[in-house]
Structures are given as structure tokens and as C-alpha cells.
């Protein structure tokens, strides 16, 4: 059974402007032990789809339409109460900026004794703080930190990006959760700090067996850590399968279109240069296929009816060129 099963999943934000319609129709799974990457650009919905799976969405959000299920629960018919008990011990996640996942008026050791009481409390064990310090220890260790006895003395800001996010790694394993979620968690590393950091994550998955829905701007980084890939397109999936299946021979044209830009994308700015056109505004989404303006491959029936996500081969493409 998957960890996490979502179905026809959409999602708007009613603005001053009008209704944002920010994910429509999203169906996936996260398997037990597996990590899926979203990846998508800027404005697709892919922290939408990150906080509505925590169910942490903004009060201005609605759920639309659709289903969440989360270890056999369905998180959106829950009250706050169970989804509470829920994020405690079932997810943990770390956000677009990952400082702010940390309390600055306290030390790391603080808030990660913090953690630990968590679970022992989960587990009925009572709280051991020398237990707990060597934990913690253990953990830091894990995640490769240098000198962790002097890091867990300090306060967030005195710790660089790559130190915040082995803290932020430590803290979900000694929270032990059944599903993690990183929003671009090392877009602001430098690249070898990110590498280093993407195959702790990878390493540690298959240590733990924890689930991981990584989320990311960059297809090169979302191939470091994605079993699966899910391709997001102004709040529309566009493609969904087993990595290897897609980056090998991607069907959809925008995921044709990310992999071309690879080379030539400016990482600093995270952008695409290599895509003509720009992210539609999606208080008023192009009509059928939201990627009908900037598909090379478009026709007339792009813009006018939605394509249904099929299956090719092992693979779940949402285009005209397939099926029917
Ligand atoms: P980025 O890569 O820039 O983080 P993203 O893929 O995470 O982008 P989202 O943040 O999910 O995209 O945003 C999807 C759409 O929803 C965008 O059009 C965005 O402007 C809109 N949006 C996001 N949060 C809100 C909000 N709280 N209220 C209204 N609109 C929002
Ligand atoms: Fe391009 Fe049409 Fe396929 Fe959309 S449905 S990706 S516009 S060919
Ligand atoms: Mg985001």
C-alpha cells in the first residue's frame, strides 16, 4: 500500500483579484520507502502541493476537490486536533526557507531535546535527558555535521545554509517520521554543499526507510533524489512515473523542454531560459492545456479541451499527442 495516496486533488486561493487556481487535478502516489520529486517552475503549485499534503495551506486556500490519503487515513475529512497528532508523528516538514523552520530564541539543543521529548512521549517512554543528548549526538553524526558538540550550543543564525539543513535533516530523523517533505530544501547551497546534502537524503532513506516528496525547481537536482517525478505545469501534472522512465525518454513536452534546458539553466535565478514564453497568470489559466501557449508541438485541440492524464507505457503523460 502507498504512504500517501492523492486523488483529482485541486486547489485555489481566493485573492482580492479573484480565484487563484492553483492546482487542478493532481493524482499520485508516494510509495512506502520511496522518494517522488516535483519539479516544476516558479508559480506551478509546487509548495501548494507541499502544504496541502501537510494540510498546512494558508486560510485563504480551499480544497476544491479531491482526496488525501495518509497511511490508510483521509487527512482532509480530519479535524485540526487529529491532523495535529498527524504532523507530530506521521510528517515532518522542512519549508522554502528552511531558517524559518527553526525558533531563533532558542539554542539547536533546545529544539531538537524538543523533538526527541516528542517522540518519546509518542512512544510512552519517559524523558531521559542524557539519552536524549547522546541521541542527538548519534544523529549529528549521521548527518555528517562537523563539530557537532559546539553547533548544538548555538542559535540558528550563527549556523551557515548547509549547517541549518543537516540540523533540519537530524531533527526529521529523530522525530522519525513515515513521510518527510523538503520544499527546495538546498536551493540557496552552493553546488557541492547541495550535492553532498542530496545523497545524505538518499543514504539516509534507505537507512530509515522514510518517505521523501522533494520538491524542486531543477530536474538535475530532482534526478539526484526522485525514485518517481512528477512534473508540474502552471498547478496542471503534466508527467508522472519512475524516474529512470522519464528522464531517459520523457513523452510530455514540457518535460522535453525542461531536460533540453538543463545545460544552460542559470542557477542562481533558477529560471529557464531555454523555454520561451513565462509562467501564466493563473487568476485566468490558459483554457485546456495550461502549456498550450508555449508548446512547440501544439494544436487546435490543445486549447480547448483538457487533456486526461493516461497511461504510455509505465509512465502517466497529460497530452494531446497520447491516447485516445
Ligand atoms: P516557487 O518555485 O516560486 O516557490 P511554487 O511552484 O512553489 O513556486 P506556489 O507557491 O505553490 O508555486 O504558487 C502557485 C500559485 O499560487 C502561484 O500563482 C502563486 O502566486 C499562488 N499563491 C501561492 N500562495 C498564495 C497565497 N497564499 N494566496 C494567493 N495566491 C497564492
Ligand atoms: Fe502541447 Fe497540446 Fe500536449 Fe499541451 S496537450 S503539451 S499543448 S501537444
Ligand atoms: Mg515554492
Known sequence: MALIEVRNLSVAYKTPLG????????????????????????????????????????????????????????????????????????????????????????????????????????????????????????????????????????????????QIQRVMIAMGLLMRPKLYIADEPTSALDVTVQAQILKLLRDLKREYGISILFITHDIAVASIIGDSIMVLYAGQLMELGAMKDIIYEPRHPYTQALLNSIPRVSKAEGKLPMIGGSVPNLLNPPSGCRFHPRCPSAKDVCSKVVPSLVRVGNVYVRCHLYGQ
Open 19 to 162: 480565484i487563484v487556481h492553483a492546482l487542478e487535478d493532481v493524482t499520485f502516489n508516494v510509495n512506502r520507502g520511496e522518494s517522488l520529486a516535483v519539479v516544476g517552475e516558479s508559480g506551478s503549485g509546487k509548495s501548494t502541493l507541499a502544504l496541502a499534503v501537510a494540510r498546512l495551506l494558508p486560510p485563504n486556500a480551499v480544497y476544491v476537490n479531491g482526496s488525501i490519503m495518509f497511511d490508510g487515513l483521509n487527512l482532509l475529512s480530519m479535524d485540526n486536533d487529529e491532523v495535529r497528532k498527524i504532523r507530530g508523528t506521521g510528517i515532518f516538514m522542512v519549508f522554502q526557507e528552511p531558517a524559518t523552520s527553526l525558533n531563533p530564541v532558542f539554542k539547536i539543543k533546545e529544539q531538537l531535546l524538543e523533538a526527541l521529548r516528542v517522540r518519546y512521549e509518542r512512544e510512552g517512554n519517559s524523558f531521559d535527558e542524557h539519552k536524549a543528548i547522546d541521541e542527538i549526538m548519534r544523529v549529528l553524526r549521521d548527518v555528517r555535521m562537523t563539530d557537532p558538540e559546539l553547533i548544538i550550543d548555538r542559535y540558528p543564525h550563527q549556523l551557515s545554509g548547509g
